[in-house]
């Protein structure tokens, strides 16, 4: 089970953190990602990190403003979105899959709820 959480309403140029929390003992073998969908979109691929953490990939729409982590011990995985658009407005899903490229494609084994991030101008 993944659950998101910190989204809300933000201004453009500033920074939220999500995180996402991963029940079940096996975490640690598990890459993982975000994805986000925004109104009458379909949903794309954000980040992730592959299981051990260290090596990210991120959206070409997204790198050097975001940054993902992962804490093996703690079972979490952390969004940092600095200098956010409006464009970044979206639901917010973590994603979890043993295999890194079916979150790159947006097709893991696992989702969570969403969370929602408002940018405004």
């Known amino acids: 089970q993944l659950v998101e959480s910190g989204g809300g309403l933000v201004q453009a140029g500033g920074s939220l953190r999500l995180s996402c929390a991963a029940s079940?003992?096996?975490?640690?073998?598990?890459?993982m990602g975000w994805s986000r969908q925004a109104p009458g979109k379909e949903r794309e691929f954000v980040a992730a990190?592959?299981?051990?953490?260290?090596?990210?990939l991120y959206a070409d729409s997204v790198k050097g403003r975001f940054t993902f982590s992962r804490d093996n011990a703690k079972n979490m995985v952390y969004l940092q979105m600095d200098s956010l658009k409006p464009e970044d407005t979206a639901v917010y899903y973590c994603?979890?899959?043993?295999?890194?490229?079916?979150?790159?494609?947006?097709?893991?084994?696992?989702w969570g709820q969403g969370t929602l991030v408002t940018v405004s101008s």
């Open positions: 994603a979890a899959d043993q295999v890194l490229h079916n979150i790159v494609v947006v097709t893991p084994e696992y």
């Open positions: 990190i592959k299981r051990g953490g260290g090596s990210t």
């Open positions: 079940g003992r096996t975490f640690s073998s598990y890459a």
